[in-house]
């Protein structure tokens, strides 16, 4: 069982960055490149052969990420969302992960879902969509700022929490 | 620019006023990768404070 937690982090840390990268891709890259591929007609190569595969992993990679980290918390995982002393500042970043994966699938997800043409929708649905996602894709952007900067330092540099 | 209107200019009572009941639109900082990534600043340093001020205050 002693081998448990360092699989765990070694999951936790890969399915991570692949989320996390994802995300930064989307926000980053592929919505400025929309905007100018929507004006000279392009868009459909990104939407059709892009987006659907980047989301396909996005959304798992979250999940994963999630699961490896409550294993990686174990025993310390009510202690952790309950921000108890020892484990405050790791639950912080939990929850903030939290936020994001539940962001994610009840979000970004079923809303990705109308913009890609996957579920029926009309133009003002599909409007409507794009928004929710776009600010629910931000938020997920924001919230990784403090995430990342809780779950690194969170357990093994608590001197900047004065533990 | 608005703080320049404020300070700068030869105010009387009525452009003060003016000043903090005129509407402006308000602007979404997620609208922006340079306003979310800001956004995402202030907030780890509001939950730092948070964190260090009430949850571990008796550590």
Redesign the interface.
């Known amino acids: 069982m002693d081998l448990l937690p360092g699989f765990a982090r070694w999951i936790h840390v890969w399915a991570g960055i692949t989320w996390v990268g994802l995300l930064y891709y989307f ?2 890259v592929q919505v400025p490149a929309l905007k100018e591929a929507a004006a000279d007609g392009t868009a459909a190569g990104i939407t059709r052969h892009v987006a659907p595969r980047a989301l396909l992993w996005f959304r798992w990679a979250a999940v994963v990420t999630w699961v490896a980290g409550a294993a990686l918390l174990g025993k310390a995982f009510v202690p952790a969302f309950t ?1 108890q ?1 020892d484990y ?2 790791i639950g ?1 970043g939990a929850w903030l992960g939290t936020i994001m994966l539940f962001n994610v699938w009840v979000l970004i997800w079923p809303n990705q879902k109308k913009i890609l043409g996957m579920v029926p929708a009309d133009d003002a649905a599909k409007a409507r969509a794009r928004r929710v996602a776009f ?1 629910a894709s ?2 997920n ?6 995430m990342i ?2 779950m690194t330092n969170g357990l093994t540099h608590r001197a900047i ?3 | 620019m608005l703080l320049n209107r404020l300070f700068c200019a030869n105010l009387n009572t009525l452009d003060v006023q003016r000043f903090f009941t005129e509407k402006r639109p308000m602007k ?1 900082p ?2 922006s ?1 340079s306003g ?2 800001i ?3 202030i ?2 340093l509001v ?2 404070v948070f ?2 001020n009430f ?2 205050a008796g ?1």
Not at chain 1, 141 to 146: I, N, Q
């Open positions: 926000n980053f921000l002393e405050a500042a912080v600010l931000r938020t952007t924001m919230l990784s700022v403090p900067f809780f929490f004065g533990l | 979404n997620l609208d990768i979310t990534l956004s995402g600043v907030l780890t939950l730092y964190l260090k949850i571990l550590v």
